[in-house]
């Protein structure tokens, strides 16, 4: 929605993530629904009860537009917390992305929908729907915690998050980032090697 998120999304998820410090990966291996997709919004989060969806049914109706919406379980288990009906909801609440710490089914209709879906798995089983869950809560996601507000980035690398105190200062540091890759991107272009650039052929080896 704001310019701020569409940048974040254009940036991506491996400057955003380098410029932030390497904070905020969600550092799990996650499937892109819709190829070639990305985005970026302010995490509105459900917590499902174990193998249950209920709270994702609750959250489609607070999402607000330009939200990208968090969906997780205290144990995430491959469970179909979202099909093509709860996305079609998603979509038209207006939800910038979906990031599904779960899986998803009507795989092929998510696709045609067109609503940005990051998910663990695709896998048919179904939820229960007898469990509130709780909704707009800080959750912890592949290791990192999200707080409702928080900026999530999506793309073909996965997701990265980023604190929303921290937004304006990554933003500028991931500006700077894009700049100085596409400087190297030119010279590298031109025949130039990091190999020299950086000094490694002749400097020592250096921890990592
Ligand atoms: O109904 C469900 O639990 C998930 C689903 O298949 C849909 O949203 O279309
Ligand atoms: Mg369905």
């Given at each position: ?14 400057t955003?993530y ?24 302010p ?5 499902c ?21 968090v ?16 996305a ?9 992305g ?13 696709r ?36 409702p ?24 540091a991931?500006r ?17 090697l ?9 400097a ?5």
């Amino acid at each position: 929605m704001s310019d701020r998120y569409d940048e974040l999304a254009r940036l991506g998820v491996a400057t955003v993530y380098e410029a932030s410090g390497r904070q905020g990966l969600v550092d799990e291996e996650l499937v892109r629904l819709v190829p070639g997709s990305a985005a970026a919004g302010p995490a509105r989060i459900a917590v499902c009860g174990p193998a249950d969806n209920r709270a994702v049914h609750e959250v489609a109706a607070r999402t607000q537009p330009g939200d990208v919406v968090v969906l997780t379980m205290d144990s995430p288990v491959p469970v179909a917390l979202v099909g093509d009906l709860l996305a079609t909801q998603l979509k038209t609440r207006g939800a910038a992305g979906v990031l599904v710490n779960g899986s998803v089914r009507d795989a092929d209709a998510l696709r045609e929908l067109g609503l940005p879906v990051w998910a663990r798995w695709i896998r048919v089983r179904g939820a229960t729907k007898a469990h509130r869950g709780a909704v707009d809560v800080p959750v912890v996601v592949g290791g990192t915690v999200i707080h409702p507000g928080d900026a999530v980035v999506l793309d073909g690398d996965g997701a990265v998050v980023v604190a929303a105190d921290r937004l304006d200062a990554v933003l500028a540091a991931s500006r700077r980032r894009e700049a100085t890759e596409a400087e190297a991107r030119r010279r590298y272009l031109a025949g130039a090697l990091s190999y020299d650039l950086y000094g490694y052929r002749t400097a020592d080896a250096q921890p990592a």
